[in-house]
């Protein structure tokens, strides 16, 4: 039987509508095609003059970050504007809010603002999870990163990357390179790649950086880049972070880039018409060449520009679906 | 001051006694077992209840050392059955001074409702680089000594605590832990914590530092016991060790019995606990470990919190379980299982922890203390803010039911539970 970690119902409406955007784990097919098909349709409205559509008019959209970003937050807000809600940034340091009681004081008074979705981003693993079970289930929250756990809209549009490149996902070999332990991006990518039918999701990356189990996931797993990388469609490599020397679990970004790095001389093990692919942002020479990065593999730029589409999709969906339901749940405590 | 209790079951593993009887107290003691001959003397009615030796519980919480705080727990504490409760080191204040322990027994002794057993710190402050004055805190009624899961400087200070324990005959309550193995983890590493993104503590943090322990055990002779094994390699090893005729014991709490890491999963926060839910394998080789006596004790490691430490994204959440008012019904689950007869089990609630931490208590003998539990055990009842005594309404078990209640403590002959009034 799948191990199921986390049960779909809390962020779906009672007609399986999105009505917050937790994690991929749980949601169906057909939901995350719907995504990308929204997406896709926000894209083709980018080529116009006019790039704003009335969704969210009159909503209130709030970023909170309490993780540093700047990528992450600015596409969100620049998806928010474009669906023409109201934006408030709130830049929360992590130390200043390490206590639970000042997470919920903070929570509550924007709630007592009247605000309709709050964009999160947070150091804890289930920090959304926690804040649309116990806090705020009428405020649509959209997670934009929790921990290790999860950043379902970084998979959402590396998903829409691969499909606007390669067509389907029934045939593909995605490899997926580097620190995966303490990457959300990459447990994010795996649930999805899965849901979607990718037969070879493969894993390349040290035993030290590679979390407990992670085969029962539904992945290979490989130490080694010629063999992981042979015969893949997509190689997506992920950001290593500087703190991974200290803590013992590599011995350097030199000997990274030797065994892990993608370059050349690596990806020629890949198809030929493979594309590369990259959260952002990137640490040239260490987890990635430049020459790859900026070469014609490179999906990199596209990826940026589709997340404002992927974030429209989402919030615009989970805005009507947490909609519906809070007008359901008036409805039936009026009727009571 | 006499009471009989009659028609009861009694159920003594201590003196090997499972009948059906009436049990005479005189001035807070046994004064005789067998047939009540004077129908006007005052009397309990336990026709169709188990009759036991109060619970002893090797591991629980007051957090606070005030005197409400301690007050309403061992309040709990009766209502759960239980007669003898020790206290964690790690209170506020530590207990590592004879004035802590000793303040810490009048304040339960004026609550009045359960013996609190302290349990000393083994290193000054728990902080695990200098000997705490365990000679005083043995004098001042402290049972053990442990650092319960705080690191030691290094090896050699564990070394020199447990030579200095053997020296005074002081029994050192250990929780095994590697700490840099642990590192900052809240939950099994296992497939659950890979998918939830929370950080994993690996069973060799608990196994290595079992190994280590067992060798310094042996090399100091100190006597020892292990609190609140959760993985089945480490019943192997205690196994091993009582093989060999090292004197260790071990307990268990009760959640470890019962519970594995699935049971993180949605991130629920009333399932974090120190050490971490394991896997079906390990529980049920802790089960078998019970059955087989390897673990002579079950504990309700109880750690009241406010529902505000419950309240926050998994990690940044206290953990523990409340496990006083619950610990008796999930145990007779044990016996509905049939994974035991209830004679064994109670000696496992009762004795067994008794002789752990070489209490006098859990025995029912003609002289011993009447420390009393008497319990129905087919009474169904469902935990609710309602239904629980203790502080802490922090327990997965809310709104479920469970069979098994607690209808009488008596402590040293006075009835505890129910209050009366």
């Given amino acids: 039987m799948e191990l199921v970690a986390e049960s779909p119902q809390l962020q779906l409406t009672e007609q399986g509508q999105l009505r917050h955007f ?14 990308l098909d929204t997406a896709d349709s926000f894209i083709s409205m980018e080529q116009q003059s006019i790039k704003k559509v009335p969704l969210l008019r009159g909503k209130t959209v709030v970023n909170l970050f309490f993780e540093a970003s700047t990528r992450t937050r600015t596409t969100f807000e620049l998806a928010a504007k474009r669906l023409s809600a109201d934006v408030i940034n709130l830049d929360i340091s992590t130390s200043a809010t390490s206590k639970g009681e000042t997470l919920l004081d903070t929570l509550k008074n924007l709630e007592a603002m009247a605000s309709d979705m709050f964009v999160v981003r947070h150091a804890n693993s289930g920090a959304a999870h926690f804040i649309a079970e116990q806090v705020t289930p009428n405020i649509a929250i959209i997670n934009a990163g929790d921990g290790r756990h999860a950043h379902p809209t970084q998979a959402m549009l590396d998903m829409l990357t691969i499909r606007r490149h390669k067509g389907d996902f029934e045939n593909l070999s995605v490899a997926i390179v580097g620190d995966i332990l303490h990457s959300r991006v990459a447990r994010s990518q795996i649930h999805a790649l899965k849901i979607l039918g990718v037969p070879d999701i493969r894993i390349i990356t040290p035993n030290t950086l590679r979390p407990y189990d992670i085969e029962s996931m539904g992945v290979t797993v490989y130490n080694r880049m010629i063999e992981g990388l042979a015969g893949v469609d997509v190689v997506i490599t992920l950001r290593l972070q500087n703190e991974r020397m200290q803590s013992a679990l590599l011995p350097s970004q030199h000997e990274f880039y030797r065994l892990y790095g993608l370059s050349a001389d690596k990806l020629k093990y890949a198809k030929a018409d493979a594309i590369v692919m990259h959260p952002g942002p990137i640490n040239r020479g260490v987890e990635i060449d430049s020459d790859i990065a900026d070469g014609p593999h490179s999906v990199i730029l596209n990826q940026v520009s589709y997340g404002i589409a992927v974030r429209m999709a989402v919030m615009s969906m989970a805005m009507s679906g947490q909609t519906t339901q809070t007008q359901s749940n008036g409805d039936r405590e009026a009727n009571s | 001051m006499s009471l009989w209790i009659r028609g009861g079951r009694l159920i003594d593993p201590a003196n090997n006694i499972d009948t059906v009887t009436d049990l005479h107290v005189r001035d807070g003691k046994v004064a005789a077992i067998g047939s009540c001959t004077d129908n006007d003397a005052p009397a309990i009615d336990a026709t169709g209840l188990i009759v ?44 590592d001074s004879a004035s802590v322990a000793t303040l810490l027994q009048d304040l339960a002794r004026q609550g009045g ?173 802790l089960q078998q470990g019970v059955q087989e006596g390897i673990i002579s004790a079950i504990c309700s490691h109880h750690q009241p919190h406010e529902m505000a430490d419950k309240m926050a994204p998994f990690a940044a959440t206290e953990p523990g379980i409340s496990g006083l008012d619950t610990l008796l019904p999930q145990a007779l689950k044990l016996v509905a299982s049939q994974l035991m007869s209830l004679e064994e089990l109670i000696a496992r609630l009762t004795i067994g922890p008794a002789r752990a931490a070489n209490l006098k208590a859990g025995s029912l003998g003609v002289g011993d203390i009447a420390d009393i539990c008497i319990f129905d055990s087919n009474k169904n009842w469902q935990v609710s803010p309602s239904t629980l005594h203790s502080s802490g309404h922090n327990t997965p078990l809310m709104g479920s039911n469970l069979t098994g209640r607690v209808q009488h403590t008596l402590l040293a002959g006075r009835r505890v539970h129910p209050p009366r009034g």
Avoid at chain 2, 68 to 88: D, F, K, L, P, Y
């Fill in chain 1, 22 to 35: 937790l994690t991929v784990e749980g949601l169906s097919k057909e939901l995350l095609t719907e995504i």
């Fill in chain 2, 52 to 95: 036991c030796p109060g619970l002893v519980d090797l591991s629980v919480s007051l957090r606070k050392q005030q005197k409400n705080s301690i007050s309403r727990e061992t309040r709990a504490a009766a209502a759960g059955g239980i007669t003898s409760v020790c206290c964690q080191p790690n209170s506020s204040p530590v207990i």
């Fill in chain 2, 113 to 285: 409702f359960c013996n609190v057993w302290p349990i000393g710190a083994l290193t000054q402050g728990l902080a695990g680089s200098q000997l705490s004055e365990m000679g005083a805190l043995k004098d001042a009624g402290c049972i053990s000594m442990s650092n319960l899961r705080a690191p030691f400087e290094n090896t050699r200070v564990l070394l020199r605590c447990l030579e200095y324990a053997a020296s005074y005959d002081v029994t050192v309550f250990f929780n095994a832990v590697e700490h840099a193995l642990a590192d900052d983890g809240c939950v099994h590493e296992g497939p659950y914590a890979t998918r939830l993104g929370l950080k994993g503590i690996p069973e060799t943090a608990e196994t290595v530092a079992l190994t280590r322990d067992l060798l310094l055990i042996e090399q100091t002779g100190v006597r020892a016991h292990f609190g609140q094994l959760s993985c089945a390699r480490s019943v192997e090893l205690i196994a091993n060790a009582q093989a060999k005729g090292l004197a260790v014991t071990a307990d268990v709490a009760i959640h470890h019995l019962f519970g594995t890491d699935a049971d993180i999963q949605n991130f629920n926060s009333l399932n974090h606990i120190q050490p971490p839910l394991r896997t079906e394998t390990d529980r049920l080789a």
